[in-house]
């Protein structure tokens, strides 16, 4: 059974940091790139970042290209978003999906097989 766990979420002020976790079993990172979505509260869900550890590619959606950073752990099959400077604008709850080999940076969601249950992010002004 495949699983995605997300962790890391909670209550920050703006300006502040975050790291969030994305735990996978039951597939293996290298063959099933991962991205993280986000859908704030009466808003359509977006895609963030995603990275394909088989080449250490990364994508990053416009809003959030230069305060957050995405990474792998292969060993530990999981990967960290890393937030930084966060806006009230990016108080969503965030998500972690898998996809297929032939990643390229999509943020498509037909294209994720596998979804995780999300973890809400809330950012103060």
């Known amino acids: 059974e495949v699983q995605l766990v997300e962790s890391g979420g909670g209550l920050v002020q703006a300006g502040g940091s975050l790291r969030l976790s994305c735990t996978a079993s039951?597939?293996?990172?290298?063959?099933?790139?991962i991205t993280w979505f986000r859908q704030a509260p009466g808003k359509v869900r977006e895609g963030v970042s995603g990275i394909n550890t088989r080449d250490g590619s990364t994508y990053f959606a416009a809003s959030v290209k230069d305060r957050f950073s995405i990474s792998a752990d292969s060993a530990r099959n999981a990967v960290y978003l890393q937030m930084n400077s966060l806006k009230p604008e990016d108080t969503a709850v965030y998500f972690c999906?898998?996809?297929?080999?032939?990643?390229?940076?999509?943020?498509?969601?037909?294209?994720?097989?596998?979804w995780g249950q999300g973890t809400p992010v809330t950012v103060s002004s």
């Open positions: 999906a898998a996809t297929g080999p032939d990643y390229s940076g999509s943020f498509t969601e037909y294209e994720y097989d596998y």
């Open positions: 039951g597939l293996h990172l290298d063959d099933h790139p």
